[in-house]
């Protein structure tokens, strides 16, 4: 007999077989036969069928209450756990009003995107929305344990900021204390001060704001940034090279923790050994000699991302690429130019066709920052903070970001980002 004060949860039922326990949790599903009712029971670690006979055969309660159960773990073959539970006392903690909008306990919510957002808190209790951010917690875990064991500091920056980091007015204007203030579109600013600031080796989880409009699948107006900044580095590649680590690292050991979760979805993740890399002049001609596409002037649009995405899976089996030497034109004005040329170091990188990162090295001297910003059509003066940095020895640097809620959605492999969002911010979403 366990301890019936204390509550089990339903995997921990399975090597208690003949002993009474104490679970509880969501009403999954209830049916009635004539002479047995199934209950199946849900917590956070799965669903548990439970058998309900005599005095508890007729017991009503509605889908998704909650319940308390007391009953005998027995041994069920036909059970995925191996077990099930006979039930000798119910009892209803807190009921469940009925007419909920969708059933959870189908193999998928059947209703539109916007239905299932309307309704957050109950289509996250579905077992594959559980799994979704079950895995992206683990994948930002995972990112803090790779760059902490390689001796970088875990920073937290500010998002009211007085200007807009990554250029372009796409910024959320507020009021503060009567001036006006911004919230952080990345902590560009901010990561790079503290490699200055002498830790040299700084990684930050957070939340940055975008106020661009777009009605599209893959834009949020807020989301987890990963981001990180390394000094004394000199070549590109090493940060290139950072991040294909980082992704070994994550994608091994998602698939070693996340086993239930990745089952439950479908997914099988490849294990990564290089990420191959093409300059962008080589991305935008494979894309005009293989496909007719025309791509921006410096940049790939959406359908040429998914296209190269396409071409790099058919010709060398990868779900990533590198796309380098962006020109100086499209990156931000913290970007290093690349010597005697129009181009810089840096890249993005796609993963399935999607642009899950951007990075490069940065400007380190004073004097070459201020003509970038001026360049730009921006006034240094409205930068000091950031740009006086510059005049007190910084080390050359560089780093990259990642969207978490991009990289979630694709390696579980759905189209749309609001799906790896718990609650996504949109030009027409505020609620939840
Ligand atoms: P960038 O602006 O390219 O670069 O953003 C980096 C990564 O963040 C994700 N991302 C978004 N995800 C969801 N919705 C959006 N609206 C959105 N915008 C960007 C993408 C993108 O690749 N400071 C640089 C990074 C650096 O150089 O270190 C930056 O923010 O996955």
Redesign the pocket.
Known sequence: MSDLSKRILTNETRNRVGETVKISGWVHKIRYLSKITFLLLRDRKGIIQCILENEWLHFKVENESIVEIIGDVVESKKQKLGVEIHAKNIRIINKSQGDIPFEINQSEIKAGMDHVLNYRTLSLRHEKSQAVFNIQSVISHLFGEFFTSHGFTRIFTPKIVSQG??GGANVFTLDYFGKNAYLA??P?FY?QMMVSSGFERVFEIGQ?F?A?E?HSS????E?V?L???IGFVEDVHEIMNWETELLKYMFTNVNLQCKDELEKLGVKLPLITEIPKITLKEAQNILWNKYQKSSPEGDLNGEGEKLIGEYMKEKYNSEFVFITNYPNATR?MYTLPSKNSDLTESF?LLYKGM??????LRIHEFEMLINSFSNKGLNPDDFTSYIETFKYGVPPHG?????L???TANLIGVAN?REATAFPRDIQRLIP
């Open positions: 980091a990554e579109q990345s560009q990561k940055v975008r661009e777009h893959r834009h949020l107006n989301y940034s981001d990180v900044e931000p993005d642009e899950i990162t951007s990075g490069g780093g990259f970001a990642i969207g809620e991009r990289l980002v």
